[in-house]
């Protein structure tokens, strides 16, 4: 099976970064995670990111540069995360998928449970 790609959006404002609960009923829910999804077969890495941004939280963003990509894999998934730096554009954020949102400095990310497949990103930034 070919892993699914999958984007993920780096939205920074200042010094603090975005991040997302996972909704409970779904695989590593209530881990913590950057917002994003999956990539479809008809869409660039681009429309992906800003379409299911848009989805999860109503609101447009600004990609800048592409910062890695890493594969992870489980029993259930096998993916490839691309991470893309962003911007917040306009829009008032309202969460359709998830449990809970917040901005955290870099400083912080070890307070939070992270899902598995983000931890390398986490020394990156």
């Known amino acids: 099976m070919n892993?699914?790609?999958?984007?993920?959006?780096?939205i920074k404002k200042d010094n603090l970064y975005?991040?997302?609960q996972r909704n409970r009923k779904k695989h590593l829910g209530l881990k913590w995670e950057f917002p994003g999804g999956k990539v479809n077969s008809n869409e660039t890495f681009e429309e992906a990111l800003i379409r299911e941004i848009k989805e999860e939280l109503n609101i447009l963003?600004?990609?800048?540069?592409?910062?890695?990509?890493?594969?992870?894999?489980?029993d259930k998934i096998d993916v490839i995360l691309h991470y893309y730096l962003c911007t917040k554009h306009s829009g008032n954020m309202k969460l359709n998928e998830h449990e809970n949102f917040a901005w955290v400095e870099k400083k912080d990310f070890h307070k939070y449970d992270f899902a598995e497949g983000d931890s390398n990103i986490l020394s990156l930034l």
Not at 3 to 10: G, K, Q, R
Not at 61 to 74: A, C, G, L, S
């Open 3 to 10: 892993p699914t790609n999958v984007v993920a959006a780096i």
């Open 61 to 74: 963003i600004r990609k800048h540069d592409k910062i890695t990509y890493e594969k992870y894999q489980d």
């Open 18 to 20: 975005l991040i997302v």
